[in-house]
C-alpha cells in the first residue's frame, strides 16, 4: 500500500485535462494528492523526445529523472517502450483518464489505489 500523499506526475498542456501525449510533454505538473484533496507542488520542464516520426532518445533519461520521485505519471497516450522504461523506475503509467479533468481524476485514482485497486 503507497504511502499518502501520492506525488503524482500530469502531462498537460494547461493544467485542466490530461491532455498530453508522454513523448510529446515539455513539462510535468507535479501533485501532491490524498484521499480527500489535490494541490499542484509544481510544474517541471523536461526536453520531449518525440519529434514526429522518430525520437530523441537523448532526452528520455532527463524525463526519468524528472519524475522518479512521483508515483504515478499521468498521459493522454504513452507507448510500449517508454512504459517500459517508466516502470522500471519505479512509476506506473497510467493512460486510463485520458483528456478527463486533472484534479477529478487524480483524486478517483487515490481512492481507487488507497481502496487497493492496481492501476497502470
Do not use: W
Request: proline letters at 3%; a negative charge; glycine letters at 8%.
Amino acid at each position: 500500500m503507497p504511502e499518502f500523499p501520492l506525488k503524482l506526475a500530469v502531462a498537460t498542456k494547461d493544467n485542466i485535462s490530461i491532455n498530453e501525449h508522454f513523448g510529446h510533454a515539455k513539462q510535468f505538473s507535479v501533485y501532491s494528492v490524498s484521499e480527500t484533496g489535490c494541490e499542484l507542488l509544481e510544474t517541471r520542464e523536461v526536453a520531449n523526445y518525440c519529434l514526429g516520426q522518430h525520437a530523441d532518445e537523448s532526452a528520455m533519461p532527463g524525463i526519468l529523472e524528472t519524475i522518479k520521485d512521483c508515483y504515478a505519471v499521468f498521459v493522454a497516450r504513452i507507448g510500449d517502450g517508454p512504459t517500459a522504461k517508466v516502470h522500471a523506475i519505479g512509476v506506473r503509467a497510467v493512460s486510463e483518464y485520458a483528456y478527463a479533468a486533472v484534479e477529478e481524476s487524480l483524486l478517483n485514482y487515490a481512492k481507487r489505489t488507497a481502496a487497493g485497486e492496481e492501476i497502470g
